[in-house]
């Protein structure tokens, strides 16, 4: 055993050795593939050579005759007959296979090779040098008739059994078919001899065939509603309609069609997706209703799908300006048939989010968004925010935003602002909310086994068990693998949201665009990641102090800053004293000449700024922008007035140390600096609201109401109060409520009073009563000619 054992131990080889023999293997086969690569490359050229050897000898060769045989003469025919006779055996044949065999002696291809052929007749096959004469000699396919066609009638029984019946189909002659599109051409370039109909009368005739198509559509729409399972191949007859060719009616009769299809479609789709049966489930068989059931699913899904291609169609031959040869409709009818056809694309987007071919839909549409046609874009434009309003889950949200960025990015950020402020519409704050508060929420714990073993009868452990598994199952139907995957989808999206909005500020920060993704930010500023804080911070600073933005979009940029740092930036120790420095200098770029839109946003920076960082702001810059404010309100439009007096209360509330610019008293030295940009040191505290004053005669009643609350010190409580509806208002509220967007005032101002007398009096009316006696003398001495001296009486007195 010992030496045996000793043998059969094999050295282990070292490392160097074993990276010395698989460098030769390696080498081996290099050294092998090469080899194979060589040969085969000379084969291939070996065959080419004798490829084209075989080719230059068949174009040089001359072309050899085939072999003629002479006729012999008569008498040596006749003796080769009689030496062929006696080598047979006659005497054991019979005179018909004599003859025959006569007759096959006398064809050389019987008993004679194939005369063409100059190869020996059982030489070996081999590969033939000349390929092109082998190709000459292969045979021709011949011209075959078709087979007929057979129809297979219903069989006849007979005594014997069943007798198939067949009949052949009748085919029609091509010459008939084509003589008939002839005949027609011919019939349709000869000038009808109809009789010519007067305005009215063609009136009367339109009104009469649509009134026919309209009953048509009627009744094909109530049967497919009254039972969409039996009746759904009427759809096909309903959608057959679109391709409606009487030009008196084309136009309106399509218009029909594509509204009634939309309003049947919407009433019978199902609430689930279709999918399509596999292999199968087609091969399996089932009961008669789910066979029905699959019918009506098949049909129906094939039916909107042409319903849908039809639309898409109808919106291109617009959008190309494309003729159709039938000419039922014209180029200046395309305008309103494409207008309808898109309206119920974007209805068929809203409503049937659930429904097959909504990605496709969602294609159609976004595009459409920034079309040059105001209307088109702000139909499709209103359906997306509808549809992202009502997305709960976030499927459709996510395929909208994936098909947006698409686009913005495709068209190099040339699209319409409307189509990003879209975006603003998506439910994601209120999710991420949710699930904040789920997580921080404590898990129910289920007892252990030896908890229920030691605390618990047998019968409470039964009633545990079933307790816990009944809990189990309510914890699945409440669906948390669907929150999971609705955070998800939400994450996603805002994922790509942020990645538009960034690209355009990185590369088309003078883009029309840059508005609505600044707002876009300040919305969704709460759920960007704490590492880009800094980064979007410095950014949006640029972007103000560049001078590039207009009024509104600095706005946007101060809002989004502030929304940064009142979420997560808590916890950053960034001082925004260079954004209320910028607000502070630039809120008296509004006044009443300009756009009222600005003011919310006005007053939306304000409530961020101030009211909800109160504990950041000190009382100086409080005081400075009240004073601005009140400054503000002289010279702008009654709503703004209104929302800008209230937002001074809201301040007074929240710093009621601000009352002291209601007194006439200065506190501290210095003079106030109205021209100074940083509120803290142009001296607040140095003067007063004497603005209120002037507002407290101000036209509108809401005007003089506020300024008249803010002189007694804005009191919650007591006679100069406000009443409970007004105080419950925010700034931005009671702006939007007293709009005059319709340029009336909101309430209605009553008007100066008129300079007419309301009463007059009837009969004499004369102060001095002397001179009604004289005028009745006067009167009646008419004919008289009296003196109208009046000095004549002094001097008679005198005398």
């Not at 006398?106 to 052929?117: E, G, P, Q, V």
Request: proline share 5%.
């Amino acid at each position: 055993m010992g030496p045996a054992s000793k043998k059969n131990k094999k050295k282990k080889p070292s490392f160097r050795k074993l990276l010395k023999t698989s460098n030769l293997k390696l080498e081996n086969k290099l050294k092998n593939r090469q080899f194979k690569q060589q040969s085969s490359a000379k084969k291939q050229r070996k065959e080419q050579r004798k490829l084209r050897q075989a080719i230059t000898d068949v174009s040089h060769k001359t072309l050899k005759p085939l072999e003629r045989y002479k006729k012999k003469p008569e008498g040596e025919e006749e003796e080769d007959e009689e030496e062929f006779l006696e080598s047979l055996p006659v005497d054991m044949m019979d005179e018909d296979d004599l003859e025959q065999i006569k007759a096959m002696a006398k064809k050389a291809s019987f008993l004679t090779r194939d005369i063409s052929s100059c190869a020996p007749v059982h030489a070996k096959k081999r590969k033939s040098e000349q390929p092109v004469e082998q190709y000459e000699k292969m045979p021709r396919k011949m011209q075959q008739e078709e087979e007929k066609e057979l129809i297979h009638l219903l069989p006849i029984k007979d005594k014997r059994g069943l007798i198939p019946q067949t009949m052949e189909k009748p085919v029609v002659p091509e010459a008939e078919e084509e003589e008939e599109p002839i005949d027609q051409l011919i019939k349709e370039e000869e000038p009808e001899s109809v009789p010519l109909l007067t305005p009215r009368e063609q009136l009367e005739l339109r009104t009469q065939r649509l009134t026919e198509k309209k009953l048509r559509i009627a009744s094909l729409s109530s049967a497919i509603l009254a039972d969409p399972h039996v009746n759904i191949k009427r759809l096909k007859e309903l959608r057959a309609m679109l391709m409606e060719t009487d030009p008196c009616v084309a136009v309106t009769v399509r218009k029909l069609v594509m509204v009634s299809l939309l309003e049947v479609f919407k009433d019978v789709v199902p609430s689930y997706r279709i999918r399509p049966l596999t292999e199968e489930e087609k091969a399996t068989k089932v009961k008669k209703e789910t066979l029905q059931l699959r019918e009506f699913e098949e049909g129906l899904v094939s039916q909107y799908k042409f319903y849908l291609e039809d639309l898409e169609q109808t919106v291109k031959d617009w959008k190309q300006k494309k003729q159709k040869r039938s000419q039922a409709v014209s180029l200046q009818s395309y305008k309103g048939l494409a207008e309808v056809a898109i309206r119920c694309i974007c209805d068929l987007l809203v409503a049937l989010p659930h429904f097959n071919f909504h990605n496709n839909i969602v294609v159609m549409v976004v595009p459409l968004m920034s079309d040059p046609v105001r209307k088109v874009s702000e139909m499709c434009c209103e359906a997306v925010g509808k549809l992202l309003k009502q997305d709960k889950m976030g499927q459709a949200s996510l395929a909208v935003v994936k098909v947006i960025s698409g686009v913005v990015k495709g068209r190099n950020y040339n699209v319409k602002p409307q189509v990003l402020n879209c975006l603003l519409c998506l439910r994601i704050k209120e999710v991420e909310m949710k699930k904040d508060t789920d997580d921080t929420a404590p898990k129910k714990k289920f007892m252990s086994f030896k908890e229920k073993r030691t605390n618990l009868s047998r019968m409470q452990r039964k009633w545990k068990k079933a307790e816990e598994k009944l809990q189990k199952e309510l914890l699945e139907a409440e669906a948390s693998d669907s929150k999971e995957k609705k955070i998800k989808l939400h994450t996603e999206t805002l994922n790509i949201v942020f990645l538009i909005y960034f690209r355009i500020l990185k590369k088309a920060r003078k883009s029309i665009l840059l508005s609505s993704v600044l707002e876009g930010l300040a919305k969704f500023a709460h759920l960007i990641n704490l590492e880009f804080f800094d980064d979007l911070l410095a950014v949006l600073y640029g972007l103000i102090t560049s001078g590039d933005l207009t009024y509104r979009e600095s706005l946007h940029c101060i809002l989004t800053s502030f929304h940064i740092l009142s979420g997560q930036g808590d916890v950053l120790n960034i001082d925004p004293l260079k954004f209320y420095n910028h607000l502070y200098k630039t809120l008296l770029t509004l006044h009443a000449g300009g756009t009222n839109e600005n003011t919310a946003i006005v007053l939306q920076c304000l409530d961020v700024m101030l009211t909800k960082r109160r504990k950041q702001v000190t009382l100086q810059r409080a005081q400075g922008f009240l004073k601005r404010l009140s400054t503000l309100s002289l010279h702008l439009l009654p709503d703004s007035s209104v929302g800008i007096l209230a937002a001074n209360r809201t301040l007074m509330h929240t710093f009621p140390k601000c009352d002291i610019l209601l007194d006439n008293e200065m506190q501290g030295s210095g003079v106030y600096l109205p021209e100074l940009d940083v509120p803290e040191y142009c001296n607040p505290q140095n003067t007063s609201l004497w603005e209120l004053h002037l507002l407290k005669r101000h036209y509108h009643p809401m005007v003089r109401k506020f300024a008249a609350h803010l002189m007694k010190g804005a009191p919650s409580e007591g006679s100069g109060a406000l009443s409970m509806e007004l105080s419950r208002r925010t700034p931005v509220q009671l702006f939007e409520d007293y709009s005059v967007k319709d340029m009336s005032f909101n309430p209605p101002v009553a008007g100066p009073p008129s300079k007419k007398k309301e009463h007059f009096t009837i009969g004499e009316a004369f102060l001095d009563s002397e001179l009604k006696p004289l005028i009745d003398a006067a009167l009646q001495n008419e004919s008289e000619q009296t003196s109208l001296d009046f000095t004549s009486q002094h001097t008679q007195q005198e005398t």
